[in-house]
């Protein structure tokens, strides 16, 4: 497939394979002519299970190259390379997506929810004005560049393979090609009933609430579980876990995820126009991305080699980061104040809790480094239990903390503790995205700087540990 590529030099240069998904793969390149960073997605008509879906991708793929909205990622060129490749080039949006935003924050502000709901909505209206219906409206498919712009991307792609799901395999539809992406499902859409623009609300619905809430309304250990719940279960009012969020805003979350299609908003620019009624600030164009946030995520993709195009595409899994991400298991504990009665027992009898002393965070993530055991006190200090004993540091000695990536076979983490005299103690040396991110968000990440004069670490002023 790279080499393929390659074969249209004259107009690009292919970069390296920023993600791969069944028969289709992203690439970073550069447009010679242009001089410009684009994103290629390439479907592998040697591997496709269909022609059938090759020909259709490309036709789907050439509708959407004509939607021209500020709020849709432009596609710039759909084309085909022999009889073993097709291509669509598209813009790179160098910033991070609405899961990447989620990763790290968990949840976001009622404006920016609020604000990023309703240029999608805007996104889709005119898209829907168009008969083309989105089918996978996600976190990963809502992106916003570096001044805050938001950008909604990979229109039309699922009715591409839902249009051949006959013939394709049954892999395919374990993939998500074929059903969409089951938390953000209409409940017409999991039951495999015609779709239209109302389908994409309910999901954006979906979305919204996942923005505010932290999680999405609806999840289980299977995706049946999930398209039953989709079908059939009523969601946890959102107020009441988020008193911020107005009785307005809420009512129009409410009907956006009405069940029946005909009790929902009957157009996109319903609900663009009715979140700026209830929320003037919505009507902003810009979503506050933190420049710090942005720095963090470039310097893990930076680390692991790989910079720009941070996000795009359900084929690409979204950036590299956030999809490494979302395939490394949750840590296998992350526990904030109060913390259970039986694990601080654990603690106190393992040493890791001074007489007097409560923990206010406990941290320990899965795979190969699961025995290791981070604890955070009420006095300020810090505690490591492995299976060989107890370090603990007192809040006079821990400076902060420090982190450092690698690339092997994924992003790498590796995460210590800063102490006095220039010591550090190497807590985790191989987290890798979900774990990592997790801890991170928690302790608060400090930056140390080294005292050139008395060969010590010191912090820069105002950079004391969060917690």
């Given at each position: 497939m790279q080499?393929?590529?390659?074969?249209?030099?004259?107009?690009?240069?292919?970069?390296?394979?920023?993600?791969?998904?069944?028969?289709?793969?992203?690439?970073?390149?550069?447009?010679?002519?242009?001089?410009?960073?684009?994103?290629?997605?390439?479907?592998?008509?040697?591997?496709?299970?269909?022609?059938?879906?090759?020909?259709?991708?490309?036709?789907?793929?050439?509708?959407?190259?004509?939607?021209?909205?500020?709020?849709?990622?432009p596609i710039y060129k759909v084309g085909r390379q022999g009889t073993a490749l097709l291509y669509i080039i598209m813009r790179c949006i160098d910033g991070p997506s609405v899961r990447q935003l989620l990763s790290i924050r968990q949840r976001l502000s009622v404006g920016d929810s609020a604000r990023i709901t309703r240029q999608a909505a805007d996104a889709l209206a005119y898209a829907h004005s168009r008969g083309v219906v989105h089918r996978d409206v996600k976190p990963d498919n809502i992106l916003l560049d570096k001044q805050g712009h938001v950008f909604v991307t990979d229109f039309g792609i699922a009715k591409a393979a839902e249009a051949v799901s006959a013939a394709a395999t049954s892999q395919l539809t374990s993939e998500g090609m074929i059903l969409g992406t089951p938390q953000y499902m209409s409940p017409e859409q999991a039951a495999g009933d015609a779709v239209d623009g109302r389908s994409d609300i309910y999901s954006l619905g979906i979305v919204?609430?996942?923005?505010?809430?932290?999680?999405?309304?609806?999840?289980?250990?299977?995706?049946?579980?999930?398209?039953?719940?989709?079908?059939?279960?009523?969601?946890?009012?959102?107020?009441?876990?988020?008193?911020?969020?107005?009785?307005?805003?809420?009512?129009?979350?409410?009907?956006?995820?009405?069940?029946?299609?005909?009790?929902?908003?009957q157009s996109a620019a319903e609900v663009s126009q009715a979140l700026v009624e209830v929320l003037p600030t919505a009507a902003r164009g810009r979503v506050k991305v933190k420049r710090s946030l942005i720095s963090t995520l470039m310097k893990y993709a930076v680390g692991a080699g790989l910079v720009g195009c941070l996000a795009f595409g359900a084929f690409a899994a979204g950036a590299v980061v956030v999809a490494w991400y979302a395939l490394s298991s949750k840590p296998r504990l992350s526990v904030t104040a109060p913390v259970p009665a039986g694990l601080a027992a654990t603690l106190r009898r393992q040493g890791a809790l001074l007489p007097g002393d409560t923990a206010t965070y406990v941290f320990q993530p899965g795979g190969s480094e699961e025995q290791t055991l981070f604890v955070l006190t009420t006095r300020g200090g810090a505690a490591v239990v492995t299976s060989a004993g107890v370090r603990r540091y007192r809040r006079d000695t821990l400076l902060g903390f420090g982190d450092e990536s690698r690339w092997d076979n994924g992003p790498r983490f590796l995460f210590m503790l800063e102490l006095r005299g220039g010591r550090r103690d190497t807590v985790y040396r191989s987290l890798s995205a979900r774990p990592f991110f997790e801890l991170s968000r928690r302790v608060g990440l400090i930056k140390i700087e080294e005292d050139r004069v008395h060969g010590g670490v010191r912090i820069r002023a105002g950079d004391r540990p969060r917690r």
């Amino acid at each position: 497939m790279q080499a393929a590529l390659r074969a249209e030099g004259e107009e690009f240069t292919v970069g390296p394979l920023l993600g791969q998904g069944g028969f289709a793969a992203v690439f970073r390149a550069r447009d010679d002519t242009l001089h410009r960073d684009v994103a290629v997605k390439a479907l592998d008509l040697e591997i496709a299970p269909s022609r059938t879906l090759a020909e259709r991708f490309l036709r789907e793929a050439r509708t959407v190259a004509q939607l021209e909205h500020p709020n849709i990622v432009p596609i710039y060129k759909v084309g085909r390379q022999g009889t073993a490749l097709l291509y669509i080039i598209m813009r790179c949006i160098d910033g991070p997506s609405v899961r990447q935003l989620l990763s790290i924050r968990q949840r976001l502000s009622v404006g920016d929810s609020a604000r990023i709901t309703r240029q999608a909505a805007d996104a889709l209206a005119y898209a829907h004005s168009r008969g083309v219906v989105h089918r996978d409206v996600k976190p990963d498919n809502i992106l916003l560049d570096k001044q805050g712009h938001v950008f909604v991307t990979d229109f039309g792609i699922a009715k591409a393979a839902e249009a051949v799901s006959a013939a394709a395999t049954s892999q395919l539809t374990s993939e998500g090609m074929i059903l969409g992406t089951p938390q953000y499902m209409s409940p017409e859409q999991a039951a495999g009933d015609a779709v239209d623009g109302r389908s994409d609300i309910y999901s954006l619905g979906i979305v919204l609430y996942h923005m505010l809430a932290g999680a999405p309304p609806f999840d289980g250990p299977t995706s049946a579980s999930i398209l039953a719940k989709q079908l059939t279960a009523t969601p946890e009012p959102i107020r009441r876990l988020r008193t911020d969020v107005s009785p307005e805003l809420a009512a129009i979350l409410d009907q956006m995820l009405q069940k029946d299609p005909g009790r929902r908003h009957q157009s996109a620019a319903e609900v663009s126009q009715a979140l700026v009624e209830v929320l003037p600030t919505a009507a902003r164009g810009r979503v506050k991305v933190k420049r710090s946030l942005i720095s963090t995520l470039m310097k893990y993709a930076v680390g692991a080699g790989l910079v720009g195009c941070l996000a795009f595409g359900a084929f690409a899994a979204g950036a590299v980061v956030v999809a490494w991400y979302a395939l490394s298991s949750k840590p296998r504990l992350s526990v904030t104040a109060p913390v259970p009665a039986g694990l601080a027992a654990t603690l106190r009898r393992q040493g890791a809790l001074l007489p007097g002393d409560t923990a206010t965070y406990v941290f320990q993530p899965g795979g190969s480094e699961e025995q290791t055991l981070f604890v955070l006190t009420t006095r300020g200090g810090a505690a490591v239990v492995t299976s060989a004993g107890v370090r603990r540091y007192r809040r006079d000695t821990l400076l902060g903390f420090g982190d450092e990536s690698r690339w092997d076979n994924g992003p790498r983490f590796l995460f210590m503790l800063e102490l006095r005299g220039g010591r550090r103690d190497t807590v985790y040396r191989s987290l890798s995205a979900r774990p990592f991110f997790e801890l991170s968000r928690r302790v608060g990440l400090i930056k140390i700087e080294e005292d050139r004069v008395h060969g010590g670490v010191r912090i820069r002023a105002g950079d004391r540990p969060r917690r």
